[in-house]
């Protein structure tokens, strides 16, 4: 079954605005993590912002903020002040801690692309 | 550096002949982990390492093998490639915090 959910295949956002990719999970582990990765064309996948289940505050990391919604099952990034370089695939992942510590499930990834 | 890297980076061969994508980490991680991306499908874990001689299977362990003989290196073996392993292949590893996971640079496998 599907653990991660991103519902936006793709989107246009305009340069310096703000935008919020989507991404849902699924578990019944009361410990989990969850993190988004960056794909530019270039291929590679860089590591942008990581929440725990027990994180009593949202995670931040200099543009990118993670809008935890614990109850709604929701772990959607937030991207201020959008720049052409932020073009790329997004991919929200999880992993459960109690029962398959090593386990990374990904989501299908939400392709952005920024115009000036 | 702090680095992932992986061998080679480019991969054509043919059904059958067996081969290995060799993935090195220099960050002394305990956990190291394979993942295939296909269109559409994001990114699947095939097997990962919580330290050496400890390896689990994945979500798509079948048609692959894997050794964790040293901390640093964690190849992926491919014993008789079909094409539906045609793929783009990662190698990633962490500390046992987990928090952050650094990924290699791919490896585009094409098997004809």
């Known amino acids: 079954a599907q653990k991660i959910t991103q519902t936006q295949p793709g989107m246009f956002v305009q340069e310096k605005e703000a935008v ?23 291929g590679e996948m860089i590591f942008l912002i990581y929440q725990g289940s027990y994180d ?39 992993r459960e801690v109690t029962d398959s510590w090593g386990k990374l499930q990904f989501g299908a990834g939400t392709q952005v692309v920024v115009t000036p | 550096e702090a ?4 061998n080679p980076r480019y991969l054509i ?34 097997y990962y390492s919580m330290n050496v001689e400890v390896t689990d299977k994945g979500d798509v362990p079948e048609g692959y093998k894997v050794s964790r003989k040293e901390k640093r290196n964690f190849p992926l073996i491919l014993e008789s490639p ?6 783009l292949y990662f190698c990633a590893s962490s500390s046992i915090r987990f928090n952050e996971q650094f990924f290699g640079p791919g490896t585009r496998l094409t098997v004809l």
């Open chain 1, 20 to 42: 919020t990719l989507d991404c849902t999970y699924d578990t019944s582990d009361p410990s989990y993590g969850l993190f988004w990765y960056k794909q530019p064309s270039s």
């Open chain 2, 82 to 87: 079909s094409p539906n392993q045609t793929s």
């Open chain 2, 3 to 6: 680095q992932v890297t992986q």
């Open chain 1, 56 to 94: 009593q505050q949202n995670a931040t990391e200099g543009r990118y903020s993670l809008n935890f919604q614990k109850a709604r099952k929701s772990a959607n990034l937030v991207i201020s002040a959008s720049q052409l370089g932020d073009s790329a695939m997004y991919f929200c992942a999880m």
């Open chain 2, 13 to 46: 061969t043919v059904t059958g002949k067996k081969l290995t994508v060799t993935c090195s980490q220099n960050m002394n991680h305990e956990y190291m982990s394979w993942y295939r991306q296909d269109p559409g499908l994001g990114l699947r874990q095939i």
